[in-house]
C-alpha cells in the first residue's frame, strides 16, 4: 500500500486535544510494513518525525520538481502546488508516464469552495475559497492568484494567531481588505498596530456588504478573492 500525509494544523481538528489529533492522523502509516510506501511532507516536523518511525519506505514529496514538470503547462484551475506535487509523487509510484500526468492534470477542476473560479463581471475575476479555514491557506491563495486586488478575509476565532498573515499582507501592498467575524477584526488590530500599510480596510459582519464593496473597489482586469482563513460558522444563523 501507498499512504501519502498532506499537512497537519493545530487549529482545525475537532479532537479533545491537538495530540489525540495527531495520534489518529499516525494510524495512515501505522501498520503499514517494509513493503509499504510512505509519502509525506516533509516541511511539516512533526509529519518529517513520523516518517524516521514507520517501518515502510519513505519519500518526502517535496523533492518531486513539479514546477519544471509544469512550467509549460497553463493549468485551467486554482490550486496550491503541493496537492499536484503530492499527485505526481503517487502517480511515480504507479509507473503513470510524465505525458500521461500531464494531459490528465489538466482536466482536473477542483472541488467546490477551494480557490473557485465564479466568474468575471465587468472585467474582475472572483475567486471563493471559503473552504479556507486556516491563515497559512489564505497565504496559499495568494501564490496561486498573484493579481489580488481585494481581500475578504475572517471568520469564528479558534486560536489563529494572525501575524503571520498580517506581515505577508504588509509585504503584498492589497489595496482593499475587508475583515469579517473575529479574526477579521482580529488581523486588522495586528495591522493597524505593528505595520504601517497602504491598505484600506473595511470591517463589517455582512456578506452582502463584504461583496459590494469589493465589486465596487476592484480595478478591472484584477481578483476579489474570498478566502477566510477560518471557519465562518458566527456569521449565519444555523
Known sequence: ?????????????????FDEYFQAKTNITTHQSSSD???????????AELATQTHAQTQDF??????????????????H?????AVWALCSYFNVSQEDFVTHIQTYRPLQYRLENIGTHDGIDFYNDSASIHPSS??????????????????????????????????????HIVCM????????DVCSKEYQMK????????LLDAVEYAYTHARRGSACLLSSGAPSYGLFEN
Not at 81 to 85: L, P, T, Y
Not at 181 to 188: I, N, P, S, V, Y
Request: hydrophobic fraction near 40%.
Open 1 to 17: 500500500t501507498i499512504a501519502c500525509f498532506l499537512n497537519i494544523y493545530e487549529e482545525t481538528h475537532n479532537h479533545d486535544s
Open 37 to 47: 510506501v510512505f509519502l509525506y511532507n516533509g516541511s511539516f516536523s512533526l509529519i
Open 62 to 79: 517535496q523533492a518531486f520538481d513539479i514546477e519544471s514538470i509544469l512550467k509549460d503547462v497553463e493549468l485551467p484551475f486554482a490550486t
Open 81 to 85: 502546488m503541493d496537492n499536484i506535487r
Open 138 to 175: 489564505t497565504l496559499f491563495a495568494f501564490q496561486t492568484i498573484p493579481h489580488v486586488d481585494t481581500l475578504i478575509v475572517g471568520g469564528d476565532d479558534r486560536g489563529y494567531d494572525m501575524h503571520e498573515l498580517a506581515e505577508d499582507l504588509s509585504t503584498r501592498h492589497i489595496p
Open 181 to 188: 467575524g473575529e479574526t477579521g477584526r482580529m488581523l486588522l
Open 199 to 206: 491598505s484600506k480596510f473595511f470591517q463589517t459582519d455582512s
